[in-house]
């Protein structure tokens, strides 16, 4: 099985380094790996961001692995080339079309949620965001006289893009807890009337283990905060997902321990997909190049890389369980208030793998 790393910028070569050291040790060196350039070191290297070079190692593999690109260097609003068009042609590359952002607080880390520990507890909540579709890619324009412009943004889904999240949804609460949120906004919007009936008529025909129900957003962003706990996975469309996710992720109170995967058609190693797998955090052009950032978030996308792209779960599950007993054991970066570099905090990871192994 082959893995594509992308390290990209900032603190991403670190952090992405640290999760390769990880995915051997996991694997007993059962993987292959070939790194690629993208975002602003591709820029530098090559005057694009996103090299053919990197799209056929990507397509090469079975996963991908990203740190994080962008940074002050390559900032200029004016500049024709920049370092996030290379993460939005590489998704498009391979047809990526679900991202998944699971949200599990630590018990060690709760003091840094905003949430009090008893509404914290049994919280364990993934949220698939359609990634394609949506207001995001509709038809639009500003239209009119200066000073009496009217714009316009079209929110548009067709059938087989609702199909495909809402699978990817039901898969992902088959093999976890059974139950299906599907989020929308069908008291309103006729995408998401649309939604619901295609939603309702894939579950039942083809998920008939997964208890699905419909919450509208308003109220989901609400139980987000007031009963977590209750969510198993969250389905929804790309803007309700966009805004849904940063305010999941909060929950778990630190931006450098949580994962996401990027996932694309079934890519016929069992009942996985292609998927690219980065850290929620961005390159965190502050603390590049000194070793201290945290690599929690890489090393958990890269357990989801062996789950839901290598179909390793039980390799995917040790590794979830290290970190978890990791920060139980109180090994902790700066940002989580501790003094661990990223490479001795990896370490602290990797000695709990290797108990098991
Ligand atoms: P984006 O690329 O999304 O625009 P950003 O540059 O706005 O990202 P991030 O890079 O995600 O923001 O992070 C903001 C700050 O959070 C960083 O400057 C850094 O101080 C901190 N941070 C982010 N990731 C980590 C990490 N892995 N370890 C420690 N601190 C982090
Ligand atoms: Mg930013």
Known sequence: MRVALLPGDGIGPEVVAEARR???AVTGGALA????LIGGAAIDATGTALPDDTTDACRRA?????GAVGGPKWDDPLSPVRPEQGLLAIRRALGLFANLRPVAPFPALADASP???ERLAGVDLLVVRELTGGIYFGVKGTYGQPGRERARDVCSYTTEEIERIVRVGAEMARARRGRLTSVDKANVLETSRLWRRVATRVVAAEFPDVSLEHVLVDACAMHLVTNPARFDVIVTENMFGDILTDEAAVLAGSIGVL???SLGAPNGVGQTRMGLYEPIHG????LAGRG???????ILSAALLLRHSLGLEREARLVERAVAEALADGARTADLGGSLSTREMTDAVMGRLEVRT
């Open 33 to 36: 790996f070939d790194e690629a």
């Open 259 to 261: 994962p996401s995967a």
């Open 292 to 298: 201290v950032a945290n690599p929690v978030g890489t």
């Open 283 to 286: 390159s965190a052009p502050d």
């Open 22 to 24: 990880v995915l051997d």
């Open 62 to 66: 079975d996963a991908v692995l990203l």
């Open 115 to 117: 949430l009090k520990p």
